[in-house]
């Protein structure tokens, strides 16, 4: 009889105790992901039914093969594991770099913006994937100095690691994506274990910056903002100075969010969605109360909130500090991209145009999210192993 050893026999129990199969996907989050999904393409279809003309189900079918494409995605990363990614942190940096710049060199422009990268099959938005690069670098970065995350020349080089894809992306010029580039890197911070007094620092240098930008600038006669940015920027404190130039597109967002009611118009038409531009993408949330009324948009935000909750579960879940840090910066992502968007749609928050995860059409966007939640499914695999490994039943 030949003998076994502790590690062998915690291999035989483990597989046996998962029936020979192996781990599965977090049930809640994929389903918040799917249902997330279905509901945007429940959205889509009535807000663009007249966009293209001979073809009324354009956006419909093409955000349906994007969602199909980032579930696939999803699987696949969550079966590799992400711990293999940090001996990659500087390709990764130097890539989110280079994709930054390639899109001022190469990118196709939009009006006055220049944000997307035309390639012969397909285009995609460059600070769309530098997120989840952003996010898997810094969550790196931060562990290999895990011995000095308290100290100020750590946070120092983070946020100046940082700063400089965020600043590009505000050259885009995307105030919006700039937005959740700051947020990711809040995030990292604060789970991390960065002194409050540090993050105190940060967060009012971000309010002085801010003051500058808008309020002293200005006043001697230095624009570092275009008019339309800045009137779009403070438009949501005084709507009703600028209905018809800055503030039209949130006024009309919230008659139209109102028009929807309990359940949401039968009909909604061009009558409707004629006044409320980008239905499908930066307002998609005013597209979905006037479709589906408080009901409608009561269901979606119950999804976000079990995404994030899982995500959060997920993060003290994780068998290592690498793991923890990039579901952080996923739920950092996430949380800043749902407030803003729909506090745009509802008046509460500045117009920076900002996509709804999962929810706005657009295959940068959905593919992007998708990522983001493979790999914290991949984390949330590698730990129901980690402890399946040492005879432990680890609870949703």
Request: net charge neutral; glycine share 10%.
């Amino acid at each position: 009889m030949s003998a076994i050893s502790p590690i062998q026999a915690s291999e035989e129990t483990a597989q046996q105790s998962s029936g020979g199969f192996t781990l599965p996907l977090d049930p809640l989050l994929t389903l918040a992901a799917i249902g997330l999904g279905i509901c945007s393409v429940l959205t889509i279809g009535p807000a663009t039914r007249h966009n293209e003309t001979g073809s009324p189900t354009y956006y419909v079918e093409h955000q349906a093969i994007y969602l199909v494409l980032g579930l696939v995605v999803m699987a696949a990363l969550s079966r590799l594991d992400y711990g293999w990614l940090r001996q990659f942190k500087v390709w990764i940096y130097g890539a989110l770099i280079v994709i930054m710049l390639a899109v001022f060199a190469i990118g196709t422009h939009v009006g006055e913006s220049v944000r997307s990268i035309s390639l012969p099959l397909f285009s995609f938005q460059s600070s769309e994937l530098g997120k989840t690069l952003l996010i898997v670098f810094l969550a790196a970065f931060m562990v290999d100095r895990s011995r000095k995350l308290r100290d100020r020349e750590t946070t120092a080089l983070v946020v100046a690691l940082a700063i400089v894809p965020t600043m590009l992306v505000v050259l885009e010029p995307d105030i919006g994506d700039s937005l959740v580039y700051i947020a990711i890197t809040a995030a990292v911070l604060f789970v991390a274990g960065v002194p409050w007094r540090q993050l105190a620092a940060l967060a009012l240098l971000g309010v002085v910056g801010v003051t500058l930008v808008i309020v002293v600038a200005p006043a001697l006669g230095v624009h570092v903002l275009k008019k339309e940015q800045m009137e779009r920027l403070t438009s949501f404190l005084h709507p009703t100075h600028n209905v018809e130039s800055s503030a039209f597109q949130q006024v009309q967002s919230e008659i139209a969010i109102g028009s929807g009611r309990q359940s949401g118009l039968p009909h909604p038409g061009s009558a409707v969605y004629g006044f409320v531009p980008e239905n499908e993408s930066d307002f998609i949330f005013t597209s979905l109360g006037v479709e589906h009324g408080f009901v409608g948009a009561a269901l979606v935000l119950s999804l976000y909130a079990l995404m994030i909750w899982r995500g959060l579960r997920i993060l003290t879940m994780a068998k290592d500090l690498f793991g923890s840090l990039i579901a952080a910066g996923v739920v950092g992502m996430l949380m800043c991209q749902v407030f803003v968007n729909v506090g745009v749609a509802t008046g509460i928050t500045p117009d920076t145009g900002i996509t709804l995860p999962l929810m706005s059409y657009g295959g940068s966007s959905v593919i992007t999210t998708m990522i983001a939640i493979g790999l914290l499914q991949s984390i949330y695999v590698r730990a129901r192993s980690s402890e399946a490994l040492k005879g432990r039943v680890l609870r949703w």
